[in-house]
């Protein structure tokens, strides 16, 4: 069993920044893929950002440019940095970990962009 663990959330002014950071608790030694989705409230959850083992990148439809991914696999942690952001960037924010067979997700964390 693998834990994530979320951090860096809150509350932010339109044209702010945040980063987020996932910590997974161990090691994962296989390829493995490592990302951001986000859910607002009766919507799916979408793709934000993901990030390969080997630091190939993903991003959602517009979002790059404004948001970043990025990896320090010394210490099985993702960051999303994220700027300039928009009232319609409010959402949960969930870190997943794909490889082999298996897909964890982590609790969430609320971030909230509103003057």
């Keep these: 069993q693998v834990h994530l663990v979320e951090s860096g959330g809150g509350l932010v002014q ?3 920044s945040l980063r987020l950071s996932c ?15 986000r859910q607002a409230p009766g919507k799916e ?7 390969t083992s080997g ?3 993903n ?5 790059k440019g404004r948001f ?7 210490k099985n ?3 999303l940095q994220m700027n300039s952001l928009k009232p319609e960037d409010t959402a949960g924010y969930y870190c997943n970990l ?13 971030v909230t962009v509103s003057s």
Excluded at 59 to 63: A, C, E, N, R, T
Excluded at 68 to 74: F, K, L
Aim: proline share 2%.
């Design 77 to 79: 942690t993702i960051y």
């Design 68 to 74: 970043t991914i990025s990896r320090d696999n010394a």
């Design 98 to 110: 794909r490889f082999d067979n298996s897909n964890y997700w982590g609790q969430g964390i609320q």
């Design 59 to 63: 991003y959602g439809d517009s979002l």
């Design 55 to 57: 630091g190939s990148t």
């Design 23 to 37: 910590a997974a608790s161990a090691t994962i030694f296989s390829f493995n893929v490592m990302g951001w989705y």
């Design 14 to 16: 339109p044209g702010g």
């Design 45 to 51: 959850r979408d793709l934000v950002a993901d990030i």
